[in-house]
């Protein structure tokens, strides 16, 4: 039994290197980080991590292993692998940088489902401590924050970025500056959470030398926490510790407070291994009942996202630079009744993948921003060294499928535009992601295969039409696609798949509500001493991409503890 500290954060991901950093600020409180995944260590980080094109991504030696979600489709059920960060900085280390705030209605949201204190006033002074804006200032931006944020300026936009600014002014669309202060539907270049040359980690930013230098915080990478470790019940369902795995070691750490900081896709199986959550579900695999809490790993929320692959001509394919994954999107509102506004975007990606034949390979990736489809998270047995079963139902609603299948056709009308058409050869729907995936994969072989077929293509344009169409089914391009109504609502029923922004399983609520599982301080229910703060405690998922929100989030609630305590 180790020494008692005041904190024990159980994940260095987004929210646990904010929670490291804010907390051990005070020299009077001792702080434990404990991540499963390595270290990035100031100035010795890999460098497919400090690269602002997510190849770190790519990378299994940064991500949980085997890890899969069964995924319901129309007329089928299948296993897909599910990418889940295991890493300091966790998806921070590894996403495409995208720094969207989301929109105020999000966080009114949240308040008005049982979150008190966290409408959009009041997150608002979060997202701006946060980020050091390098190209807005006022009372919507930060300037003084551990976060850079940066957009891509026009003297840097590749060819498939002029054309599509081109249609949306030939068409009035709205162009959109700013999408974290002007929250109008339109088309612009994304925010990115990077140094002028380098990825801006949560890890990079929050545990940089000098934090790391702090007596008090202790950070522990490489080891897997187990269960947690509870107290004498006389004194009530206090958590007084964890039980950590280190170098096939167990051991145990005791603190005053437990924070769970591992994912929407994590921490929701660490309290039902303990013993909190559903009591019938926990009870059918033989797990003693901590504590009934009835939404513990429900309610999982992940955007819905579809791609449409364009080969490029030789002229205007991507370059090296700028080396950015998704640049630009067009934010716009389905109109579909029952839906808000603003409920979609269609993102411009310049290079499919790292490699030579990447950036031959430009697309556009339609996505649902604010799904009403569920999925769930629940243990399979009590077996520790057993995977949790993962679910995702991306069609359990189907305002989500209609909402999708115009995102496509929207999105395939850019693509055979007068400004777009003439920048590329062939452009076909991906009907086989874990293609794409695979040859995305970091390893020389895929480096070689890519540069010769690239070059093959910029020799035999007309190569490209069987190459890409290897990513979707013979004979379909995007003008079959949205001419056949039928084709059009089977792609997107069988070919819909996930980003990686789970949230939800923990979600933040009102102490009547038997679905929520923390409160507004992020303390679990019925349990002493345990907090969840991390992506899973959202009660619905915000209309952008989910990392700055997380931040956001961890950055609110470490000064709620900080207030609480002193």
């Not at 159980?10 to 404990?34: D, E, F, M, T, Y």
């Not at 940088?97 to 409408?119: E, H, I, K």
């Not at 380098?198 to 929050?206: D, H, L, Q, V």
């Not at 992940?302 to 030789?314: C, D, F, G, S, T």
Request: proline share 5%.
């Amino acid at each position: 039994m180790h020494s008692l500290f005041d904190y024990i954060i159980v994940g260095g991901g987004s929210a646990g290197c904010v929670l490291a950093n804010r907390l051990s600020a005070n020299p009077k409180n001792k702080v434990l980080l404990i991540e499963a995944g390595i270290d990035t260590a100031p100035d010795a980080e890999p460098e497919d991590v400090l690269d602002t094109y997510p190849v770190s991504y790519y990378n299994p030696d940064y991500a949980w292993p085997n890890l899969t979600a069964h995924i319901k489709l129309k007329n089928t059920s299948k296993d897909l692998p599910v990418r889940q960060a295991r890493i300091l900085g966790g998806g921070s280390s590894l996403m495409g940088m995208v720094a969207l705030r989301g929109l105020p209605d999000d966080y009114n949201g949240w308040r008005d489902m049982g979150a008190d204190g966290w409408s959009w006033q009041d997150v608002l002074p979060y997202f701006c401590k946060l980020e050091n804006d390098v190209d807005f200032q006022g009372e919507l931006h930060g300037d003084g924050g551990p976060v850079p944020i940066r957009r891509l300026p026009p003297s840097e936009w590749p060819p498939l970025l002029n054309a599509i600014k081109e249609y949306c002014d030939a068409h009035q669309i709205s162009y959109v500056q700013d999408f974290n202060s002007d929250f109008r539907d339109g088309f612009g270049v994304l925010p990115t959470s990077k140094f002028s040359n380098k990825r801006a980690s949560s890890a990079i930013c929050y545990l940089n030398s000098q934090v790391r230098q702090r007596l008090n915080l202790k950070i522990i990478t490489q080891a897997n926490v187990n269960n947690l470790i509870f107290g004498d019940p006389s004194n009530g369902k206090r958590v007084t510790g964890v039980k950590v795995n280190i170098n096939k070691q167990v051991q145990e750490y005791t603190g005053r407070e437990v924070i769970l900081s591992s994912g929407a896709l994590k921490s929701p199986v660490l309290l039902l291994r303990s013993g909190i959550g559903p009591a019938v579900e926990l009870s059918s695999v033989g797990v003693d009942i901590v504590s009934n809490l009835k939404g513990v790993g429900s309610n999982l929320q992940n955007h819905q996202i579809l791609y449409l692959v364009a080969h490029m001509q030789k002229e205007a394919s991507h370059r090296s630079r700028p080396r950015l994954h998704t640049m630009a999107t067009l934010r716009y509102s389905s109109m579909i009744k029952g839906c808000p506004v603003s409920d979609m975007y269609i993102s411009v990606v310049g290079m499919s993948g790292w490699h030579a034949l990447g950036r031959r390979l430009s697309s556009l990736t339609p996505a649902v921003l604010q799904p009403y489809s569920r999925g769930k998270i629940s243990l399979r047995s009590s077996n520790i060294a057993e995977r949790a079963l993962i679910e995702f139902d991306f069609q359990s609603d189907k305002r989500d499928l209609v909402r999708l299948s115009g995102a496509v056709r929207r999105a395939s009308e850019i693509l055979l535009s007068s400004q777009v058409r003439d920048l590329w050869c062939h452009a076909f729907p991906v009907m086989r992601a874990d293609r794409m995936r695979h040859f995305n994969e970091v390893t020389r072989y895929n480096k070689f295969r890519a540069n010769i077929i690239a070059k093959l293509l910029d020799t035999i344009p007309s190569l490209g039409r069987p190459i890409v169409g290897a990513l979707s089914k013979p004979g379909i391009d995007i003008t079959k696609l949205i001419s056949d109504d039928q084709l059009l609502n089977d792609f997107v029923s069988e070919s819909v798949t996930g980003m990686a922004h789970h949230v939800g399983t923990c979600r933040m609520g009102s102490t009547s509500d038997e679905m929520a599982v923390v409160d507004s301080n992020a303390r679990v229910k019925g349990v002493i001493g345990l907090r969840v703060i991390d992506a899973s405690i959202m009660p619905r998922i915000p209309r952008g991409n989910t990392n700055i929100p997380t931040l956001m989030l961890a950055e609110k609630l470490a000064d709620s503890i900080i207030k609480e305590k002193y």
